[in-house]
């Protein structure tokens, strides 16, 4: 969600969301410089506001700082963010594709204790394992938004 303001003689923008961050970490292939590099990134909207979701992130994009996700996903235009507090993490998981992903591959860094994983949408969560400090697991479907508890 992007949210405009007016504030002052100019207006004030709030990104609810950092879909550049997982667009620069899924191996797109971005260009920031090039808006044309980035079609395939959300198909029915303009170059415009592809670039303007790119906008949080850009100045570190064009600094070659990398930002890292916590979250690997293997499938493509699946936004992943997670929440903290001391004992419990939540994943929350947007499908931007317009049709239901199925079997979605996730890799949560930093993370290998738990007591249970579940989903708010009640996908079922299988190939559950932890490496090293990673956390893997397959959620079944994800047709547009979930949340995936573990604590």
């Known amino acids: 969600m992007i949210t405009q ?3 002052g003689i100019g207006n004030a923008f709030c990104f609810g969301f950092l ?4 667009y620069l970490n899924a ?5 920031i410089n090039d808006p044309k590099r980035i079609i395939s990134l959300m198909p029915k909207w303009r170059d ?3 670039l303007f979701s790119l906008l949080p ?3 570190l994009a064009l600094r070659g700082i990398v930002v890292q996700s916590q979250v690997k996903l ?3 235009l699946v936004e992943a963010i997670v929440m903290e507090s ?3 993490k939540a994943i929350i998981l947007f ?3 317009n049709i239901s992903v199925n079997d979605l591959s996730i890799n949560l860094s930093g993370s290998n204790n738990y007591n249970k994983v579940s989903s708010a949408q009640g996908a079922a969560i299988t190939n559950l394992t932890t490496t090293g400090v990673s956390l893997q697991f397959t959620l079944s479907s994800l047709q547009y938004v979930d949340v995936i508890m573990i604590w």
């Open 19 to 22: 879909p550049g961050l997982q």
């Open 74 to 76: 293997n499938q493509k």
């Open 27 to 31: 191996s797109y292939g971005i260009n």
């Open 48 to 50: 415009d506001y592809r």
């Open 86 to 88: 001391p004992s419990t």
């Open 95 to 97: 499908n931007w594709n």
């Open 5 to 7: 303001n007016k504030y």
């Open 57 to 59: 992130i850009s100045r």
